[in-house]
């Protein structure tokens, strides 16, 4: 597991959060925040997983030393 990884299920799992404090208390801006940071989240998750597939890839080849 890489930092992307990590910071993007951070980011999605506070985005959740977030938009759901603004849906409970009715406050459209923090719920298209949480939506927001959700979406950045889930972005950098799916590029920490692809850095992860490339790296093993490269380390199955023999490429790294």
Same mark, same amino acid.
């Given at each position: 597991?890489?930092?992307?990884?990590?910071?993007?299920?951070? %980011?999605?799992?506070?985005?959740?959060?977030?938009? *759901?404090? *603004?849906?409970?208390?009715?406050?459209? =801006?923090? =719920?298209? %925040?949480?939506? +927001? $940071?959700?979406? =950045?989240?889930?972005?950098?998750?799916?590029?920490?997983?692809?850095? =992860?597939? +490339?790296?093993?890839?490269?380390?199955?080849?023999? *490429? $790294?030393?």
């Amino acid at each position: 597991m890489n930092k992307d990884q990590i910071k993007g299920a951070a %980011k999605e799992v506070a985005g959740k959060v977030q938009g *759901g404090v *603004g849906k409970a208390t009715g406050s459209k =801006e923090h =719920e298209a %925040k949480g939506a +927001l $940071r959700e979406a =950045e989240g889930k972005v950098q998750k799916t590029v920490g997983d692809a850095r =992860e597939v +490339l790296d093993d890839a490269v380390d199955k080849a023999g *490429g $790294r030393h």
